[in-house]
């Protein structure tokens, strides 16, 4: 199993009775469950409150499930006064660390696989994508890049320079990427390209 599989997995038991009646019963085979937990941070306003958000959802989880132990991974979504702290270097890795921590005493046990940033800056990025400069300019071709047809071909056409580099086709090789994992890919780069731009702005 893994992070593509969440919820309950089992079997179906099948019973038909004399009229062939058919009912179907779910029994759960699972030993462990993955779920994937998104969290808005735009109600935040201190590290503080949402270590005890994410705590306090964790222990609610482990209720839920019962007597499965999960693994988990949160995604970090939307924009608010966190963002400049959540983006700065080994953040992630700092946030999972004190959620494991905290996490340590629930029974059954509750694992954090994994902390995605993937939340935004509190910038209008409407109104950049009007301003004709070259954030805007960038924020523009993303959106094709998201509103075409296929990612995946868009991406192939725009690093085909890259890719005619028989060295960095190896590492860029995009049939090893989901769809899912590319758009994310894209989210970060764009992320990335906002900071380093309105940060030399």
């Known amino acids: 199993m893994s992070i593509r599989e969440q919820g309950p997995r089992g079997c179906y038991v099948v019973d038909v009775d004399e009229a062939r009646e058919v009912s179907l019963e779910f029994c759960p085979l699972d030993a462990i469950r993955w779920k994937t937990l998104e969290m ?4 935040f306003q201190t590290l503080d ?6 705590t306090d959802t964790l ?22 006064p966190l963002y400049p702290g959540l983006g700065r270097v080994g953040a992630e890795k700092d946030l999972l660390s004190r959620v494991r921590d905290t996490v340590l005493k629930l029974e059954p046990f509750v694992y954090v696989e994994k902390v995605e940033n993937l939340c935004r800056p509190e910038l209008d990025l409407a ?47 995009l049939d090893e990427i ?11 780069a764009e992320r990335l390209c906002i900071d380093l731009l309105e940060s030399s702005g």
């Not at 047809?149 to 890719?163: D, M, N, Q």
Request: glycine share 8%; aromatic share 2%.
């Open 49 to 54: 409150a949402l270590d005890t958000f994410i």
């Open 127 to 173: 109104r950049r994508k009007q301003e004709g400069d070259l954030l805007g300019e960038l924020l523009k071709i993303s959106d094709d890049i998201r509103e075409a047809s296929s990612v995946r071909s868009e991406l192939e056409g725009c690093l085909s320079e890259l890719f005619e580099n028989p060295g960095m086709r190896k590492r860029l090789d």
């Open 178 to 188: 989901d769809d899912a994992e590319l758009h994310q890919s894209l989210d970060s």
């Open 59 to 80: 222990e609610t989880l482990c209720e839920q499930e019962g007597d499965r132990p999960v693994i988990c991974r949160i995604r970090l979504t939307g924009s608010g």
């Open 40 to 43: 808005d941070i735009e109600n």
